[in-house]
């Protein structure tokens, strides 16, 4: 009989299709989502349209939901929380470093003998980079040549005496409290001038209000400033692993005045992925933030304009090269002079810095700073007073005039105990995305995770079988086993010949039994044929085998297989 291929194909794919239909049915009525089984088992057609439509709109709705929740958590938005931790009056605080830096960079007395240096210092402190660069360094400004902005800030920086006196509590000297004998250090030379940090190890502690202020008394040495440079300090506030250069907390202060700096402590933490830790980036000007960050951007630059640098960093991690005169007026001056026009303006393109991940954790010490001026009677009393001291010595021939034209006080205290925690935070962070998604699956289709993995072991099964089966019908032959069941046609007929002996016999189903198994012709026993009639008169040949036991084994062996 032909077969016919195409009904066989339709016939099997018919087959798999109830396989999968029973599949679902099943699922539906054990999966942990509600609403399925109305799906395949509802009792009315029109509850199982209803429900069908339902879960179509549901599933494209909340794969909707899903994708903009994702895409939304991909973003990495924050938000900033505020909070303030309250602590008690006799709450121990910890106080800032201060940096202060004298408008005046070089004393006028250390210049007035060097005329050349002089004119050459009062153009490089302007950036005059044109009068720089006419310069003969031939005649006159010949020994200068290999000097450097360094060397001069150190050998004609302000006097120790500029600090007249640091107190606690005004009862302590800065030198008796926690930090030590080394309570000030001049260890900045940039820039910005030659600098002293006051607290530089950050051991001093206070407590609020007056019973912790932190009294400094400034001497600006008006007698040794320039004609055009006008007697006063630039006042930072800071943590101690920085430079008073990368602060943006303090102010200007001149004589005469009394300032009064109100410190208040914030905590700055940042939980972002991209945040960045001082051990991340090695900074020549302390702690890593935004502000070192700018500044290692200019000197980079600067280094790969002109080879080196007007002044080195607080820390030269990278090593750059401290610029002679010769070469701060033939490059240096002018390039710095261009990096700062571009950088502030916003016109022109930025040079590239990127600076903009911020600091993962860092202290603020944001200060509010109000004035009072010195009058004339406090000006008196307390000239009065510091005459006879050692470190007034100097100054002992000042008026009350040049008194106030000379001194200025800095109060820094904190004026409340509590501190302000700052944390930065993800805004959509991970458990976000799984409640919105979670909420969502859960109100239109009353699913879970467990619905989830339901439906993927569910997937998984049925693109299993239909693989099983493909596989099945693309091998040589049926297996004996499906024979024995009768569940498919054996396709190899043995030939009944009457004087067929057993050898021939025996090669015969070796043909059939060498598709799936090994057969062993030993326990087969020769047969011999015979004839009847059947039912409609026709003679068909049967098989008869000698001893019944043999054909026992035989089909025991099959059902075996």
């Not at 210049?111 to 302007?126: M, N, R, S, Y």
């Not at 030379?189 to 206070?206: E, H, Q, T």
């Not at 059939?512 to 039912?535: G, H, I, L, R």
């Amino acid at each position: 009989m032909a077969i016919n291929i195409k009904e066989a194909a339709r016939t099997n794919m018919r087959g798999l299709m109830q396989r999968f239909d029973d599949e679902l049915k099943e699922f539906a009525l054990t999966t942990s989502a509600h609403g399925v089984r109305y799906i395949f088992h509802g009792k009315r057609i029109f509850v199982k349209v209803f429900f069908f439509l339902f879960w179509t709109f549901a599933v494209i709705f909340c794969i909707t939901r899903s994708a903009i929740s994702v895409n939304k958590y991909l973003q990495q938005k924050t938000s900033t929380r505020y909070e303030m931790l309250p602590a008690s009056q006799d709450a121990i605080m910890k106080f800032p470093t201060i940096t202060i830096c004298n408008y005046n960079k070089v004393r006028k007395s250390f210049l007035e003998d060097k005329p050349a240096l002089k004119q050459l210092w009062l153009h490089i402190i302007k950036f005059d980079s044109d009068e720089l660069r006419d310069v003969n360094w031939e005649g006159r400004f010949k020994k200068y040549r290999h000097f450097t902005v360094g060397q001069i800030l150190k050998e004609g920086e302000m006097l120790n005496d500029t600090l007249m006196r640091c107190t606690q509590g005004h009862l302590r000297y800065c030198s008796d409290t926690d930090m030590g004998e080394r309570y000030f250090v001049r260890d900045i030379d940039m820039v910005s001038g030659s600098c002293f940090r006051i607290n530089p190890k950050g051991n001093l502690r206070g407590k609020s209000g007056e019973y912790g202020v932190l009294s400094i008394h400034l001497l600006a040495d008006s007698d040794e400033y320039f004609n055009d440079i006008h007697p006063g300090w630039l006042i930072a506030t800071h943590e101690h692993q920085r430079y008073g250069s990368s602060i943006d907390s303090g102010g200007k202060i001149s004589p005469g005045f009394v300032y009064s700096m109100n410190i208040n402590t914030m905590i700055v933490k940042n939980h972002m992925k991209h945040c960045k830790t001082s051990v991340d980036k090695i900074s020549g000007y302390g702690r890593y933030d935004q502000s070192t960050c700018l500044l290692d951007c200019r000197d980079k630059h600067l280094n790969d304009t002109c080879g080196c640098l007007i002044a080195l960093p607080p820390h030269n991690v990278h090593g750059y090269r401290e610029c002679s005169l010769e070469e701060v007026a033939s490059c240096a001056v002018g390039a710095y002079r261009n990096y700062v026009i571009n950088f502030s303006d916003v016109r022109k393109p930025q040079i590239p810095c990127n600076c903009d991940v911020v600091a993962c954790n860092y202290t603020l010490f944001k200060s509010v700073i109000s004035v009072t001026p010195i009058s004339y009677a406090q000006a008196e009393l307390r000239l009065s007073k510091e005459r006879p001291k050692p470190h007034f010595r100097r100054f002992a021939n000042y008026s009350v005039e040049k008194y106030l034209q000379n001194v200025a006080q800095i109060e820094v205290y904190f004026g409340s105990s509590s501190i302000t925690d700052i944390e930065e935070v993800i805004a959509y962070d991970f458990d976000n995305l799984l409640g919105d998604i979670g909420g969502v699956m859960g109100l239109f289709l009353g699913a879970s995770i467990i619905t989830v993995i339901e439906s993927f072991t569910l997937l998984v099964n049925m693109i299993v079988k239909s693989v099983y089966i493909q596989l099945r019908k693309a091998t040589k032959g049926p297996r004996l086993r499906d024979l024995w069941k009768n569940e498919v046609a054996p396709p190899v007929a043995v030939p009944l010949k009457s004087e067929s002996s057993n050898s021939d016999t025996c090669s015969e189903l070796e043909k059939v039994e060498s598709q799936t198994s090994s057969f062993d012709c030993s326990n087969y026993m020769p047969a011999t044929t015979s004839t009847k009639t059947n039912n409609t008169g026709d003679i068909s040949p049967v098989l008869e085998f000698d001893h019944e036991p043999q054909i026992t084994t035989m089909s025991r062996k099959i059902s075996e297989v």
